[in-house]
């Protein structure tokens, strides 16, 4: 299963046209549209897909209830790129979809728009939070990098302190 995290759950809920879920969901930091969207590869139990999302979440504050969405089908073109996470599990299974043009990219929206409860893999915050916990707790060599960087983010920081 191909996993991509919605920058922000509104955008999913709303009404929004293709156009504009594209340029909420889907824009490259130049501000076009982003013809290579992040993705991980995940097998389908939720354990996995709490597991990238709160390794996923190390680098924002706070995580928020989330959710991944299920880009699979029909199937595309994806290429195994290098990532910079700091969770051997992230690294190893991030991946970006290569779309050809704005029109591929639209629809791959469609696609997923036509089923979208189908594909959705809510996670809370409570979740990751709690996953996150647990990691520390087992004493997990990557969890304890998180929560003890430099660039810890606040919830990081406030779980560090918590234990």
Avoid at 4 to 15: D, G, I, K, S, V
Avoid at 93 to 118: G, P, Q, Y
Wanted: without cysteine; charged residues 35%.
């Amino acid at each position: 299963m191909l996993v991509r995290f919605a920058r922000r759950l509104a955008n999913w809920e709303a009404p929004l046209s293709v156009e504009e879920l594209q340029r909420k969901e889907f824009k490259h930091k130049d501000g076009g549209p982003d013809l290579r969207p992040s993705v991980y590869e995940l097998d389908a139990r939720h354990e996995a897909v709490v597991r990238a999302y709160a390794e996923h979440a190390t680098a924002f504050d706070p995580p928020a209830t989330a959710i991944g969405i299920d880009v699979t089908d029909p199937p595309r073109e994806t290429i195994r790129t290098p990532s910079t996470a700091d969770f051997a599990f992230t690294r190893e299974r991030h991946r970006e979809i290569k779309l050809n043009d704005l029109a591929d990219l639209h629809a791959l929206i469609r696609d997923v728009l036509a089923n979208l409860d189908e594909r959705r893999h809510q996670v809370t915050k409570r979740e990751a939070v709690a996953y996150a916990r647990l990691q520390l707790e087992r004493g997990d060599e990557e969890w304890q990098r998180a929560v003890t960087s430099q660039d810890a983010k606040p919830w990081l920081v406030k779980l560090r302190n918590a234990g």
